[in-house]
Nanobody
Framework: QVQLVESGGGLVQPGGSLRLSCATS????????MAWYRQAPGKQRELVAA?????ITNYAQSVKGRFTISRDNMKMYLQMNSLKPEDTAVYYC?????????WGQGTQVTVSS
C-alpha cells in the first residue's frame, strides 16, 4: 500500500522558517519526480517546487531564493525561509512513480504575526 505522509507544518511569524517532510513507502516503481504543491483558500493548487530523479530542481518564481527542495531516498523535504503571509496554504507532496501519481494528505502552513 502506497503511503505519503507529510509533516512539519504549523504557525510561524513572517520572516520565520519551517521545514516540511514527505515520507513515502510502498512504491512499486522508481520515483521519477517528487514535488510540493500548495493551495490557499479560494485559489487553485499551484506548484511550489519539484525535484527529478537526477536531482534537477524547479521552483515557482514566488519562492525562488527562499525555499529549497531536497530528497533523500524515499523522503522529500522543503526548507522554507523568509516566510511571508502569502505563503499561507495547505502544502501537498506529490510523487510520480512509474505510471502512477500519488498525493499526500496535506499539511497546513500559516504565516501570521
Amino acid at each position: 500500500q502506497v503511503q505519503l505522509v507529510e509533516s512539519g507544518g504549523g504557525l510561524v511569524q513572517p520572516g520565520g522558517s519551517l521545514r516540511l517532510s514527505c515520507a513515502t513507502s510502498g512504491m512499486k516503481f522508481s520515483i521519477y519526480v517528487m514535488a510540493w504543491y500548495r493551495q490557499a483558500p479560494g485559489k487553485q493548487r499551484e506548484l511550489v517546487a519539484a525535484i527529478g530523479s537526477g536531482g534537477i530542481t524547479n521552483y515557482a518564481q514566488s519562492v525562488k531564493g527562499r525555499f529549497t527542495i531536497s530528497r533523500d531516498n524515499m523522503k522529500m523535504y522543503l526548507q522554507m525561509n523568509s516566510l511571508k503571509p502569502e505563503d499561507t496554504a495547505v502544502y501537498y507532496c506529490k510523487v510520480v512513480s512509474g505510471p502512477n501519481t500519488y498525493w499526500g494528505q496535506g499539511t497546513q502552513v500559516t504565516v501570521s504575526s
